[in-house]
């Protein structure tokens, strides 16, 4: 299996700009995940989604953040406007199962807002 | 809600010395525990998880951690560290009533001393 797949893995925008990232989970895993990571806060979950529906996005920081999950292949976050202090790398992950089911992390896309 | 500190923020070690990486975590129940490790510019991998049974769980890379209940720990540790086992290591808790959401330490950044 070719893994969770993000794209793009790098991403520079000036703020004020859309962006949206994209993740494709392990085919026939149900459950898919956002993160953020950052020097200062770590890494936070953003959203989880379980059989394509979005299941607690307490996480998202406001509302300029939204996610979705079309289809159980393909899902995407999008910050609009975006501002410098959402530079972070995201991560996606999915599982097969959630709780203590491992999750799979895909490389990650490095976000840099100028 | 639960939490998880990692007290040591980096750790240097000598190639083939032992490895002891700590973790407490804060939760009134028996929690889900997990380490992941992270690789530069790389997505985070499971190493090890622990959600019941045997409070001695071994992992991949030779990785082993210990639930220790009365001291609401479980620290991560090797026999022998090998060069390619620098990294950032994550500890992870989630709760049963939340199934799928995992709160994430602020890691260890392991460097190793020839």
């Known amino acids: 299996d070719a893994g969770v797949i993000q794209s793009p893995r790098h991403e520079v925008t000036e703020m004020g700009q859309e962006v949206t990232l994209r993740c494709k989970p392990i085919?026939?895993?149900?459950?898919l995940f956002w993160y953020r990571q950052t020097m200062m806060r770590g890494l936070e979950l953003l959203i989880y989604?379980?059989?394509?529906?979005?299941?607690?996005d307490s996480g998202m920081p406001e509302d300029r953040f939204s996610a979705k999950m079309p289809n159980a292949s393909f899902s995407t976050l999008k910050i609009q406007p975006s501002e410098p202090r959402d530079s972070a790398v995201y991560f996606c992950?999915?599982?097969?199962?959630?709780?203590?089911?491992?999750?799979?992390f895909g490389p990650g896309t490095r976000l840099l807002v100028l | 809600a639960q939490s998880v500190t990692q007290p040591d923020i980096h750790i240097t070690v000598s190639e083939g010395a032992s490895l002891e990486l700590r973790c407490n975590y804060s939760?009134?129940?028996?929690?889900?525990l997990f380490w992941y490790v992270q690789s530069p510019g790389q997505g985070l991998q499971l190493l090890l998880k622990?959600?019941?049974?045997?409070?001695l769980v071994q992992g991949i890379k030779g990785f082993e951690a210990e639930f220790k209940r009365s001291q609401s720990s479980f620290n991560l540790r090797k026999p022998s560290v090998h060069w390619s086992d620098a990294a950032e290591y994550f500890c992870?808790?989630?709760?049963?009533?939340?199934?799928?959401?995992?709160?994430f330490g602020s890691g260890t950044r392991l460097s190793i001393r020839p």
């Open positions: 989604f379980n059989n394509n529906v979005p299941i607690d």
């Open positions: 939760y009134g129940a028996t929690p889900y």
């Open positions: 992950a999915s599982s097969l199962g959630g709780g203590v089911e491992t999750q799979y």
């Open positions: 992870a808790v989630g709760a049963r009533s939340s199934a799928s959401k995992i709160i």
């Open positions: 622990y959600f019941s049974g045997d409070t």
């Open positions: 085919s026939g895993h149900d459950y």
